[in-house]
């Protein structure tokens, strides 16, 4: 299948995303045909990426000064002491506006370097090769990076577009299911948000799709991709619509952080059990009809996660999961503010609600 090329324009910047196979390969020949001129490279590599791949990508800067970063990305180490050990490096080493950091590896890895090149003297180039399927359709996109701090997840960060996003499909095989499941959370979230013709591609292709097989996964990606973007271009800043992409991200963030980032529930886990929380808060609220909730239920089941909150916390956990959801920065009252889905295709922004009906909603999920 040949590369696929989505081109991304916001107030701020204009880049393309280019999806394919063996894109790493083929990265030096990409930057010269979208005129990208450095001296130095600065290179996060992800400390889980396979080292056959990262030879691979260090040969193609072989002209060029090349300085390695490991980074060893989890939850806990994104946060300023990862981005202070970056910022070393690049002062060390002399970089300038006009050379380059490139993140090689995850959504955190993309997260952190691309925290890092907003803010080392204002800004330097960047550029993004995402290596797992959730950043491949979700983080890579958009120019949002941050670090968590004790109070919550993501809660410092910048608005940084990358220059450039390289999703080379043929690293996805080498993760494991959990991860692919995990991808596959936000590819559903973007078709919930998006139209109903998305979902029922996926519905029907899901088989194909989790198996990396082409050219359904190149298909699910891109889509997955144009729905993001369409709606990064309208609102860069998340401001209005881009809240969208938020479908079960209060609960989501408020889950991981409850579990103080454990390995028993990451990221993108905690996005499906958001989806399926702001799903059934919808139902419950009468926003949601009853057959769409169950269409979106029993896709995710085809995922094999556990999808009870149960599972990971207690009636004790209630507490703490709304202070983290309070802390959420889509809040600016005592409220807080929720995004609930109306029908496959459609959400509805805006919704404020109690604490204490989000308390006895997740009292309720925990007696099951």
């Known amino acids: 299948m040949k590369k696929i090329k989505l081109n991304v324009k916001t107030k701020s910047k204009e880049y393309p995303i280019i999806i394919g196979k063996n894109?790493?390969?083929q990265t030096s020949?990409?930057?010269?045909?979208?005129?990208?001129?450095?001296?130095k490279i600065l290179i996060v590599i992800d400390t889980k990426i396979p080292k056959k791949k990262i030879e691979i990508?260090?040969?193609?800067?072989?002209?060029k000064k090349i300085v390695v970063h490991l980074f060893k990305a989890n939850e806990k180490n994104k946060n300023l002491k990862s981005i202070n050990l970056i910022l070393d490096k690049l002062f060390k080493f002399n970089f300038n506006r006009n050379d380059c950091i490139i993140s090689f590896g995850g959504g955190i890895t993309g997260d952190v370097s691309g925290f890092a090149a907003s803010i080392f003297k204002r800004g330097l180039k960047f550029i993004n090769i995402p290596t797992t399927l959730l950043a491949q359709v979700d983080s890579s996109i958009g120019g949002k990076t941050g670090v968590n701090n004790k109070y919550g997840k993501n809660l410092i960060g910048s608005f940084m577009q990358p220059d450039l996003v390289l999703s080379d499909v043929s690293m996805l095989s080498s993760l494991p299911k959990?991860?692919?499941?995990?991808?596959?959370?936000?590819i559903l979230k973007h078709s919930i948000i998006s139209n109903v013709k998305t979902?029922?591609?996926?519905?029907k292709n899901f088989p194909k799709i989790i198996k990396l097989k082409s050219p359904f996964i190149e298909r699910a990606i891109s889509d997955s991709c144009k729905i993001k973007r369409n709606i990064v271009q309208q609102d860069e800043k998340e401001k209005n619509i881009r809240k969208i992409l938020n479908l079960g991200h209060t609960f989501a963030h408020a889950y991981?952080?409850?579990l103080s980032y454990s390995k028993k529930l990451n990221h993108g886990e905690a996005v499906?059990?958001?989806?399926?929380?702001?799903?059934?808060?919808?139902?419950?609220?009468?926003?949601l009809n009853k057959s769409d909730y169950e269409k979106i239920i029993n896709h995710i089941d085809h995922l094999n996660?556990?999808?009870?909150?149960?599972?990971?916390?207690?009636?004790?956990?209630?507490?703490t999961i709304i202070k983290y959801m309070k802390a959420d920065k889509k809040n600016n009252s005592s409220k807080i503010n929720l995004i609930l889905i109306k029908k496959i295709g459609k959400v509805l922004l805006g919704l404020k609600f109690d604490q204490s009906k989000i308390k006895k909603f997740l009292s309720r999920e925990l007696i099951n």
């Not at 990508?57 to 002209?63: C, M, S, V």
């Not at 979902?199 to 519905?203: A, I, Q, S, V």
């Not at 499906?272 to 926003?287: E, W, Y």
């Not at 996660?305 to 507490?319: A, Q």
């Open 57 to 63: 990508l260090k040969k193609k800067f072989a002209h």
């Open 199 to 203: 979902f029922n591609y996926l519905k």
């Open 272 to 287: 499906i059990l958001g989806i399926i929380s702001s799903a059934k808060f919808s139902l419950d609220n009468n926003i």
């Open 23 to 25: 894109i790493i390969s």
């Open 29 to 39: 020949n990409i930057l010269k045909l979208n005129n990208f001129n450095f001296e």
């Open 305 to 319: 996660i556990s999808k009870n909150i149960n599972f990971y916390f207690k009636k004790k956990d209630i507490n």
């Open 178 to 186: 959990r991860e692919l499941n995990c991808g596959y959370g936000e």
């Open 256 to 258: 991981e952080a409850t």
